[in-house]
C-alpha cells in the first residue's frame, strides 16, 4: 500500500504561529495533493504539487516534495483560528488517489 | 464550493432498516467514490465507480452495495443496518485525468441504534 503516514497525528499552537505538517508515502507517485476538513464535514483540496516539482506556494500555504525521501511538508504560515482543521495527503500514483491518516490541527486565539 | 451533494446529512435508524444514502454531483465527473470515516480517524475506501455500470469495491470490506445508472447519480445501499455502520459516509467525484484531484460532498453522518 502506498498510503501516507503524516506526522504528527495532533499539532497544537497559537495564532500567528507557524504550523508544519509532514507526510511520507512507499511508492512512486505522480503528484501529491493536500486536504482540509473541518470537523464533520468533507475534504476540501488545499493543494497539488507534481512529482516534478519541489515547492509550491498558495496563499499561506507552502508544500515541498522530496520525490528521494518519499515525504511532503505542507506548512500553514501565520495561523489563524479558523485554520483548526484536520489535514490530510493523498498521493496519486497509477491507481487511485490513497488519503494518508490525517493530523489534526488545533490553533488557540 | 464543489457541486456535489449528500443527502440525508444525518439519519438516525433502528438495526435492521434498510437504508440509502444519495449522491449526486453536476460536475459531470466520470469517477465517483464512496469513503467511510469515524470521527477524527483516516477515511476508508468502501467504493469506486469509474463511469455509467462500473461499479468496484474498495480497499475497506463493506457490506453496503452502489450503483451507477446515471453519471450524475451514485447512491450506497445497506439492506440491514446494524450498530456496526455506524459512521460518517464521505462521497467524492473526479474528473478522469492524471491529477485526480477529488471533490467532496458534505458527508452523511450514520447513526444505527
Known amino acids: 500500500s502506498q498510503q501516507g503516514e503524516e506526522d504528527p497525528q495532533a499539532l497544537s499552537i497559537q495564532e500567528g504561529e507557524n504550523a508544519t505538517m509532514n507526510c511520507s508515502y512507499k511508492t512512486s507517485i505522480n503528484n501529491l495533493q493536500w486536504y482540509r476538513q473541518n470537523s464533520g464535514r468533507g475534504l476540501v483540496h488545499l493543494i497539488l504539487?507534481?512529482?516534478?516539482?519541489r515547492e509550491k506556494h498558495s496563499g499561506r500555504l507552502r508544500v515541498t516534495l522530496d520525490t528521494s525521501k518519499k515525504s511532503s511538508s505542507l506548512l500553514i504560515t501565520a495561523s489563524r483560528a479558523a485554520d483548526t482543521a484536520s489535514y490530510f495527503c493523498?498521493?496519486?500514483?497509477?491507481?487511485?488517489?490513497?488519503f494518508g491518516t490525517g493530523t489534526r490541527l488545533l490553533v488557540s486565539p | 464550493e464543489a457541486d456535489i451533494y449528500q443527502t440525508p446529512r444525518y439519519l438516525v435508524i433502528g438495526t435492521g432498516k434498510k437504508i440509502t444514502l444519495e449522491c449526486s454531483q453536476t460536475m459531470g465527473h466520470d469517477k465517483m467514490y464512496w469513503y467511510q470515516q469515524d470521527p477524527g480517524m483516516e477515511l476508508h475506501l468502501i467504493h469506486y465507480s469509474y463511469g455509467v455500470n462500473s461499479t468496484e469495491k474498495g480497499d475497506l470490506s463493506s457490506e453496503s452495495t452502489v450503483s451507477r445508472i446515471r453519471t450524475e447519480h451514485f447512491p450506497l445501499t445497506l439492506e440491514s443496518a446494524r450498530p456496526s455502520h455506524t459512521s460518517q459516509y464521505l462521497c467524492?467525484?473526479?474528473?478522469?485525468?492524471?491529477?485526480?484531484?477529488?471533490?467532496f460532498g458534505p458527508g452523511t453522518r450514520l447513526t444505527v441504534l
Open positions: 493523498a498521493t496519486a500514483g497509477f491507481q487511485k488517489l490513497v
Open positions: 504539487i507534481r512529482s516534478n516539482e
Open positions: 467524492a467525484s473526479s474528473e478522469s485525468g492524471r491529477t485526480d484531484t477529488q471533490y
